[in-house]
């Protein structure tokens, strides 16, 4: 029986900051259209409890993006554990709440592809998406040079046992 190894490779310490900095943006933008609402329900004298809910939107905000700041990147960073061997590709991480373990079989991938946006690029990092037939699946923030052999690993893997069931085909017949 084939016994499963639990994951044990993590990903780049670098994608705290990448996330950090993606988190910024995000409440950046979020405070923004809450100011904006705030302006407007000045000026058109908009009902009392719209103020208030403006206001408690943005002390919502603000507990979140200390709590998004700091901790979750940290957390996620290292609760993200990955392994790839010549059957499988797991996936595993997790919050407070839910954990996931994904356990993909290697003659379930359909294509596996590295991408890299500009906030990676700037930290020299990719992510590796991995299709399958329903979901495409991400291992995030990896080392570029370590992104593109494991983006190949999994092509030459996938290609061989394509090739072995070709030939499983053919000798059937």
Not at 107 to 114: E, G, I, L
């Amino acid at each position: 029986m084939y016994e499963l190894k639990e994951p044990s490779k993590k990903i780049s310490k670098n994608a705290i900051k990448v996330w950090r900095i993606i988190d910024f943006i995000n409440l950046f933008i979020s405070f923004s259209v809450l100011i904006v609402l705030l302006v407007l329900s000045n000026y058109y004298s908009w009902s009392e409890w719209i103020d208030w809910l403006i206001y408690s939107l943005m002390g919502i905000l603000i507990v979140s993006a200390v709590v998004e700041l700091t901790l979750i990147p940290i957390y996620k960073q290292k609760t993200w554990r990955y392994e790839i061997d010549i059957h499988m590709i797991q996936l595993k991480h997790g919050g407070i709440f839910r954990r996931k373990h994904l356990i993909i079989p290697m003659n379930k991938v359909y294509f596996v592809d590295t991408y890299q946006g500009p906030l990676l690029k700037k930290f020299e990092l990719s992510s590796i998406k991995i299709g399958t037939i329903g979901y495409v699946h991400e291992i995030p923030c990896l080392p570029e040079k370590e992104a593109s052999e494991i983006r190949d690993y999994i092509a030459y893997i996938t290609e061989n046992q394509s090739k072995k069931n070709e030939l499983r085909k053919d000798n059937s017949l």
